[in-house]
């Protein structure tokens, strides 16, 4: 089988996560809890069940589903409105949907988040996202990852992974992808990686695509 690209979302195609923290902070401001820049760094790349839960310890009488789905829907809205795309994202993308390269969305974001992506994605460059809301165990486990590569029919370590968490790498590893890690957000991977880039733009598309097999 060959290999398929695995493309995480926040950090990765798209600067959205001072759009996380800023929208974190707001819901904070009306539940009359703290919630600090450190406590908006430590939630990036997480499941969102663990800062939803950590909301809930400082005070918030809200259930943990609506705390994820109201934070969730404002950062949407905004993409929706206005998306932030990373540098080289969408020249690669459209190389990838040109090339008819199998692709996929890879988040733990929710299903609300990923397909507000998709829908300003060139079109057929991501052929469906897995989301927190698809799979029982989120990154850093290896279960969304090792979906998106059956889902594709691909064979995962001919498969690259783009990450740029410490939680995305761990999980793209694990599900035996090659890593390609993105210094968005950490100066390096937590766990070995094939390359590590600083944005997509510096990515050699054909080179890429002939890596895939």
Same mark, same amino acid.
């Given at each position: 089988?060959?290999?398929?690209?695995?493309?995480?979302?926040?950090?990765?195609? /798209?600067?959205?996560?001072? $759009?996380?923290?800023?929208?974190?902070?707001?819901?904070?401001?009306?539940?009359? @809890?703290?919630?600090?820049?450190?406590?908006?760094?430590?939630?990036? =790349?997480?499941?969102? /069940?663990?800062?939803?839960?950590?909301? %809930?310890?400082?005070?918030?009488?809200?259930?943990?589903?609506?705390? /994820?789905?109201?934070?969730?829907?404002? &950062?949407?809205?905004? +993409? %929706?409105?206005?998306?932030?795309?990373?540098?080289?994202?969408?020249?690669?993308?459209?190389? +990838?949907?040109?090339?008819? &390269?199998?692709?996929?969305?890879?988040?733990?974001?929710?299903?609300?988040?990923?397909?507000?992506?998709?829908?300003?994605?060139?079109?057929?460059?991501? %052929?469906?996202? &897995?989301?927190?809301?698809?799979?029982?165990?989120?990154?850093?486990?290896?279960?969304?990852?090792?979906?998106? +590569?059956?889902?594709? =029919?691909?064979?995962?370590?001919?498969? &690259?992974?783009?990450?740029?968490?410490?939680? =995305?790498?761990?999980?793209?590893?694990?599900?035996?992808?090659?890593?390609?890690? $993105?210094?968005?957000?950490?100066?390096?991977?937590? +766990?070995?990686?094939?390359?590590? @880039?600083?944005?997509?733009?510096? /990515?050699?598309?054909?080179?890429?695509?002939?890596?895939?097999?």
């Amino acid at each position: 089988m060959p290999g398929a690209l695995l493309f995480d979302m926040d950090g990765t195609l /798209i600067d959205s996560e001072p $759009l996380w923290h800023e929208e974190m902070r707001a819901f904070a401001r009306v539940q009359g @809890i703290e919630w600090t820049a450190e406590d908006a760094h430590w939630t990036t =790349g997480r499941p969102m /069940i663990e800062w939803a839960d950590r909301m %809930r310890e400082r005070g918030v009488t809200m259930d943990r589903a609506s705390i /994820i789905a109201t934070v969730a829907g404002t &950062v949407a809205a905004a +993409v %929706r409105e206005e998306t932030p795309w990373l540098p080289g994202s969408v020249a690669l993308l459209e190389r +990838v949907a040109e090339a008819g &390269v199998p692709a996929a969305l890879v988040t733990n974001a929710t299903r609300e988040n990923a397909e507000a992506l998709l829908q300003a994605a060139p079109a057929g460059a991501l %052929r469906f996202a &897995v989301t927190a809301d698809d799979v029982e165990r989120s990154k850093p486990d290896p279960e969304p990852y090792a979906l998106a +590569v059956r889902r594709l =029919g691909a064979d995962a370590s001919a498969s &690259v992974a783009f990450e740029d968490s410490s939680s =995305g790498a761990r999980s793209a590893a694990a599900a035996g992808a090659r890593l390609w890690f $993105l210094t968005t957000q950490l100066t390096a991977s937590p +766990v070995p990686a094939e390359r590590t @880039i600083a944005t997509l733009a510096d /990515i050699d598309a054909d080179a890429l695509f002939a890596q895939l097999g």
